[in-house]
């Protein structure tokens, strides 16, 4: 389902709001947590999990310590 937002100014951040439909299918509600992500096609908003958070760390880790190799592969 694609729906559009407006993003609106609170304190010193900026906040988008999900429509009440969308935020019920994904059993999602006031204080939920969820993390958002970059990616090249824009942001993705995912569920918190605190596994996924530790692995996106980690693979940051890994590109980072790996970057030279991955440059490489990536030719």
């Known amino acids: 389902?694609?729906?559009?937002?407006t993003l609106r100014r609170v304190g010193g951040s900026v906040s988008a709001t999900?429509?009440?439909?969308m935020a019920d299918r994904l059993h999602?509600?006031?204080g939920d947590s969820?993390?958002?992500i970059e990616t090249d096609r824009g942001v993705l908003l995912t569920p918190y999990d605190?596994?996924?958070e530790r692995?996106?760390?980690e693979a940051a880790r890994a590109a980072k310590r790996y970057r030279n190799?991955?440059?490489q592969l990536a030719k």
């Not at 389902?1 to 937002?5: E, G, L």
């Not at 999900?18 to 439909?21: E, G, R």
């Open 1 to 5: 389902m694609v729906k559009a937002v």
């Open 55 to 57: 692995a996106l760390e």
């Open 50 to 52: 605190p596994a996924t």
């Open 28 to 30: 999602m509600g006031p």
């Open 34 to 36: 969820v993390l958002a």
């Open 18 to 21: 999900l429509p009440k439909d």
């Open 69 to 71: 190799v991955l440059r």
